[in-house]
Each structure stands twice: as C-alpha cells, then as structure tokens.
C-alpha cells in the first residue's frame, strides 16, 4: 500500500512536474516538445487505469498524508467510480490537448508558457476530482479558477481576451467563497472533513435546520463553476482563449467541476424537495437557454460552447431528477459528453487553423480538402445527434427512460429534454458535417488537411466514442457501473447498448430526430428567429455583469477617496482615536473601570523618582521651542524604561533599551535636519488641544489596562515553558534571546522587515528633499 500512495501521489504531481519542465522542453525539443511533454499526462493515466479492476470489484482506494491531526485536516484522495472516471478523462483527454496544443501553437512565442498553464490547469482538476478532505477540494477548487484565468487570458494583449478571464475568475472566484461556506457548514453539522466519511451523514444532513442554507451555498458553488442559468454567461466569453484551452475546458474539466460536486454531494444532500426542484429547474433552463444560443451564433466555437452550457444543464437535471434511472444517464451523457466535445472543438480549431475562419456560414466543400477532419467531425456529430452506433445514442437513449414517467413533472421536463436534445442535434450537423458539404468556397486561407497534432485527438476521441458504444457491456463494467453506484452509494446495473429501449423512450428520440432535422434544413431562418426574439428581451446577464464591475469600481473609488483622502495627519488622527476607544470603552461597558482598577500603593521612593523623571521628560517635549530640543526631550522616556528594567533586574532588556532609545534620538534628529521642516510646531491651538486630548486618552487607556492585566493574580505558565524548553530545545542560556531568535523567530523576522521597509521609505524621502521632487514621466502616446 505504501507503494501505491506513493505511486498514486507521484501520477498526481505529474501535471505540476510537466508545468515546471514545459519551458525547458520547448526550448530543447521545439515545435516537437508536444511530444515529450504528452508523457507526463500519459504516464498519469496509465498509472490510474490500474485502479480499474478494484474499483470495479467495489472496492475503494484511499491515501494521504495527515497535516494537521488537532483539526482533522489532511492531504488525502479518494479514488472510487467517480473520482477515477473523472481522472481518467482528465488525463486521457489532456494528453490528446498536449499534443493537439503543440500542433496548434507550433511557432508561438509563448508556447512554453502555454503548456506550463495548461498543465497548472491539469493538476489543479486532477486534485480536485481526487480530494478526499475539504481543505484538499476547496484548494484545488480555487486553483481551476486561478489558472483557468491564466489560460483564457494567454492573448493577454487583446482587451477581449483579459475581459473574459477577469469575468471567468470573478463569477467561479465568488462561487468558490459559496462552496467555503457551504463546507463548513458541512463540517459542523456532521463533524467530518472528509469525503469518503460524509455518505453515511446523509440522514443527519437532511434533518439539520441548516440544511436549506447549505444546500444554497454548495450550489452557489456549482452553478458558477458549470455555468448554469443566470451564470452561464461567463462560459461562451471564455471563448477568447485558443483553442486547445476551450477543448479542454468544455470536455473534461472545470466547467464540469460544478456537476462532479454536485454527483459527490448527491448522497448527502439529495433526495429531498429542495434538491429535486432547484436542480431540474435551473438545469433546465440552462439546457433550453444554452441551446437556443447556439442556434444564434455563426462561430464555430461559439456555437459549440452554447451547447456545453446546454449539455451542463442536461447533467444537472438529470442528477436533480430523482428517478430510477437519472444517475445513470447523467454518467453516460457525461463520459458521451466528454468524447464527443473535445473532438468537434479540436475539430473548430482545424478549420479556424487550416482555413482561416470559423464562420460557419464562410466554411463549405471541405470534405475532398480535409477527408481526415471530415471522417472525426462528422463522427463527433453522430453522437452529440444521438445516433447508433455511437455512445451518446446509449446516453440518449438512457435520458429519456429515465425522464418518461408519465405526471406532470415528468412530461414539463421531457419536453424541455426534446427541445434541447433537437437543437442540440441541428449543431452537431452545422459543425461537423455543414463545413465539409456543398460547393467549395474561397477562404481567407487555402484549405488543406492539418498535420498530424492536429487530427490525432478528434480522431481518436470520435472512435473511442464509437468503441464505447460496440463494447458497452465492458464500458459499463469498468466505468458506467462503478460510477453510478459511487454516486447512489448503492450497487447500480447499467445495461443498456445498441438496442434500444422499445417504447416511449424509442418513439421520444424519433421525434427528438425528427425535430432536428427540421431546425437544420431551416437552420437560417431558426438563427434569425432566435436572434430577434433575444434582442427583443433586451439585454442578458453578461451586460448585468459589467453594469456590476462599474458599479463597483466607482463605488470603490468614492469609498477610498472617503477613507484614504491623502493627508498623513487625518490617517494617523484615526487610528489613534480607534485605539483610544478600543482601550477605554471596554473597560466602561464590562465594569472593569472604576471599581475594578486598583491603583499601586507599594510603590517606592527610588521608583517614583523613576516616573518623576519621565514626567519631566514628558514637560520638556511639551515646552521645547524647537523640533530637535522635543526629539532630545523624548528620549528621557526610553530612557525611563531603560532604569526600570535595570532596577527589576532585567540588564539585557535594559542595556537593549538604551541602544534603542540612544539610536532612535540620533536617527530621528539626523533625519528631521535633511527633511527641512519648520523648526517649530506651529498648530493652532484647537488642533493642539484635540491632539492632547486623544493623546491623553490612548495613554490613560493603555496605563488602566495594564493596570487591570497586572492586578490578577501571575500565571507563570508561559514563564515555566520557556525556562524548561529554551536550554533542551533551543540550546540557548539565555531566555530572552531564545524567545525572540527561536520561540518568535517568525515575528522577530516581521519585525525586522517593518523596519528595514520604513528604513527604504526614510532613504526614498530623503533623496526626494534633497534633488527636488521630479514628475513622473509621461506614458508614450498619451496626453496627460
């Protein structure tokens, strides 16, 4: 076991160790660093494909490393018929992107710097799909959302470009902060942290009074992630990034982190009339929404990730269902999904890459051009259509058994099924069969078949798809039945194949079929409709979007012009007030002032003449004429401290003291004679009397609240510590040096780096008095 986890943490870092080695071997290898590189994702899936048999057997595997024993919290993952489908597609398919990317991007500049994101963003799925404790999936959660940014704003010279990467990291960022919340809400209800603990808490979960609002949270993390209605606007943006980024983001990764939490989740917070209400719905009018997009849309890309945001709809409903047979069609339309997509974007990048365009209504004759392209994009299309003998008929197939019961719900969300299903089936034509038919056209570029990066991944995709289909019942044995039976947390059968299921289910996907032929032979006329009928309802969610970011930068700007007005004095005003109120109104709510303050009466003669020494420290400051006479004046008070640390016997802290206080004075006074300042304080008096007094206020806080702390009685606990520990454990003598280098190590090197920054800052305003204040120079092109 031990070999396996370590083996198994290894296929998990491959990813991060690809991201790392992505310059050097494009630097190396050049345009055929594609090909070395696409072993570190291989190599990763080979190593998850040994999990097939155990997993099929019903077994689990678990591992990690534990972090934080107090808190329950550990690096741990969890492979069972979920979690390994997943892994398997996102290896699998992203080592086909690797290789797809290398050809696409061949003579890039910033090639090397693609493939390391790309594989940031492999590793940062592949760790979320395989978490087993919350801290693990919130993290890689996160980090989708980071390097997702990362990939979608690569071009990050177009304005386009990095408008749909900030979009993208703001609604999947806002949705991760909902998951937080949602797991500690999780976390304190059934007191585990762990993933693989939490199927058995379903009982306690649902009977929770915390169970709607933790349902709401979680979700708020999952629409936002799979782009469902009204967060699907984010998706279609992310279009701005190339091409192997949008195959690989609608095919096996982060836009189906939402649906993967969802599947995970669904022992725990499903089957109840909550989960089975908010899931059909908005999965639904994801689906009819997502679709009907498509139908609008002319690019090839666009088009295709219209129909993921449908396709993320269907999954959702489908796992919201709660019929016998939902679960497993959401797994057979997620694996169908999965192969399908990926093959017909690489197919969108081909035609953009080979032609120049992905104007639909630009492409036409490419067939004798591009026989390759043609033979996987028309396989693509067979089953994204549903059709035999292709695995997304099975999916098909499985969806309408599972949605045909015959009440009232059923049929609303069967129709909605068909309507998208139709759609859905008019594009997968217009994509990968409308290009390649009809008379040839001219193109910005002179049409020939790509290389061979180009058309291996949709070729491979487009026969796996059909493999799945032929030899279903294997398929089903390693992958369908350990994936829905994870999901149900029960023993679940997936038999359907290329048979199909005799009745309605049959008779649904003949109308499904033959409403789709109609939207494409009219396919024209159906984009014009729909495109007035949106511009009629007037402007959608993304314009919602950007009419939120204005609001909210001014909205920031008229907050930081209140609170940060540019005036030192004002900054530094506020903050002693603040404490002044902290220190003071504590102690007058809770009674500890003035019954409970007990003034010091042991004080002796040489220790008065101590504060009597301060004070006159204090009159002189007061009184001084000049800055200089003040700052010499204010050293009498360290200086003050300084004796009483001696006569305590305290001689390090002492003679530490008066180098502090000797060096302040000396620093202090050599500064002010550069900075050129008037000698004298010249405040009217009422600004003089307001400073007094809320000087007066933090000092009388400060003097009753280490009055109050030193009347209890002295815990010598921290004391004894540090007296046993710093000669055993730190091997010092001297107690006050070890607490400060070893037991505050940390804090010590905080300090040290505040000083040596306002150090910086001192230097920086020196120099500025001393050769006059420049302007900063003007950017070029610009008038200022």
Request: one cysteine or more; hydrophobic letters at 55%; glycine letters at 8%.
């Amino acid at each position: 076991m031990g070999d396996v986890t370590a083996l198994t943490f290894l296929a998990l870092c491959l990813p991060l160790i690809g991201a790392a080695a992505a310059p050097l071997a494009v630097r190396i290898f050049g345009a055929k660093a594609a090909w070395p590189l696409a072993l570190f994702p291989l190599l990763s899936f080979l190593h998850f494909t040994r999990f097939l048999p155990e997993i099929a057997a019903g077994e689990v595997a678990t591992g990690g490393y534990v972090w934080v024993p107090s808190y329950n919290l550990s690096f741990s993952w969890f492979l069972d018929g979920l979690s390994l489908t997943f892994a398997l597609l996102i290896t699998g398919i992203g080592t086909l992107i690797v290789l797809y990317a290398g050809g696409y991007l061949k003579g890039h500049r910033d090639q090397g710097r693609f493939f390391s994101f790309i594989f940031l963003f492999m590793g940062s799925m592949l760790g979320l799909v395989v978490s087993d404790s919350f801290l693990m999936l919130f993290i890689f959660w996160e980090l989708t959302s980071i390097t997702s940014f990362l990939l979608i704003g690569f071009d990050h010279e177009r304005a386009a470009a990095r408008r749909a990467a900030l979009q993208a990291l703001v609604v999947t960022g806002g949705g991760g902060l909902c998951l937080l919340a949602g797991l500690l809400f999780i976390w304190n209800i059934t007191g585990v942290t762990q993933l693989s603990l939490i199927m058995e808490a379903g009982d306690l979960m649902r009977q929770s009074p915390f169970y709607l609002a933790t349902l709401l949270l979680v979700l708020g993390g999952a629409f936002t992630k799979s782009a469902q209605f009204p967060f699907h606007f984010w998706l279609p943006n992310a279009m701005e990034a190339p091409t192997p980024v949008s195959a690989y983001l609608h095919s096996a990764t982060m836009v189906k982190a939402g649906v993967y939490l969802l599947l995970r989740l669904h022992p725990l917070l499903g089957e109840t009339p909550a989960w089975e209400i908010l899931l059909p719905f908005f999965g639904g009018m994801t689906l009819v929404t997502g679709s009907a997009l498509a139908i609008r849309q002319t690019d090839l890309k666009l088009k295709l990730a219209y129909t993921t945001v449908a396709s993320l709809g269907l999954l959702v409903l489908l796992t919201g269902f709660g019929s016998e047979y939902a679960i497993e069609a959401a797994v057979l339309y997620l694996v169908a999904h999965s192969l399908f997509k990926g093959a017909l974007f690489m197919v969108a990048g081909i035609l953009d890459h080979e032609t120049g365009t992905r104007d639909v209504t630009r492409l036409s004759g490419l067939g004798p051009a591009m026989p390759l392209t043609c033979a996987a994009a028309l396989a693509a299309a067979i089953s994204m259509a549903g059709l035999p003998p292709f695995f997304g008929f099975l999916a098909k197939e499985e969806i309408y058994a599972a949605l045909a019961l015959g009440d009232l719900r059923s049929i609303v969300f069967t129709s909605v099924a068909i309507f998208g299903n139709a759609l859905m089936f008019a594009i997968a034509f217009a994509v990968g069969l409308k290009p390649f038919i009809g008379t040839p056209v001219t193109t910005p570029k002179i049409a020939h078949e790509a290389p061979l990066l180009l058309w291996l991944g949709p070729a491979l995709l487009a026969l796996l798809g059909l493999a799945a289909a032929i030899f279903a019942p294997a398929v089903h044995r390693y992958i369908s039945i350990p994936m829905a039976s994870a999901i149900e947390h029960r023993p679940v059968e997936v038999t359907i194949s290329l048979l199909p299921h005799i009745g309605v289910p049959l008779l649904l996907s003949v109308v499904t079929i033959a409403l789709g032929i109609a939207v494409y032979w009219q396919l024209d006329r159906c984009r014009r409709w729909t495109d007035a009928f949106f511009r009629a309802a007037g402007p959608g969610p993304d314009w919602y979007f950007d009419l939120f970011i204005s609001g909210l930068v001014r909205l920031s700007h008229r907050v930081t012009r209140l609170l940060q007005p540019g005036k030192l004095e004002i900054y530094v005003t506020t903050t002693f007030v603040l404490l002044a109120a902290i220190l003071l109104v504590p102690l007058y709510v809770y009674g500890e002032w003035p019954q409970a303050i007990v003034w010091p009466r042991d004080v002796r003669l040489y220790e008065w003449a101590v504060f009597l020494l301060a004070a006159a420290g204090l009159g002189a400051v007061l009184v001084a004429r000049d800055r200089l006479t003040a700052i010499a004046a204010l050293g009498i008070q360290g200086l003050s401290v300084a004796l009483i640390f001696l006569l305590f016997g305290a001689p390090d802290l002492a003679f530490t003291q008066f180098m502090v206080e000797t060096l302040s004075v000396v620093i202090l006074a050599l500064v002010m004679t550069r900075l050129r300042l008037s000698p004298a304080d010249r405040r009217p008096p009422g600004q003089r009397f307001a400073d007094a007094a809320i000087a007066l206020a933090c000092g009388a806080g400060l003097t009753l609240l280490l009055i109050r702390a030193t009347a209890g009685p002295f815990d010598a606990t921290l004391s004894d510590f540090f007296n046993t520990y710093s000669k055993t454990i730190a091997h010092g003598a001297n107690v006050v040096n070890v607490i400060i280098v070893d037991f505050r190590g940390t804090d010590t090197l905080g300090e040290i780096a505040v000083v040596a920054v306002a150090a910086l800052a001192i230097i920086a305003l020196i120099g500025m008095r001393a050769g006059g204040a420049r302007p900063l120079p003007k950017r070029p092109g610009r008038e200022t």
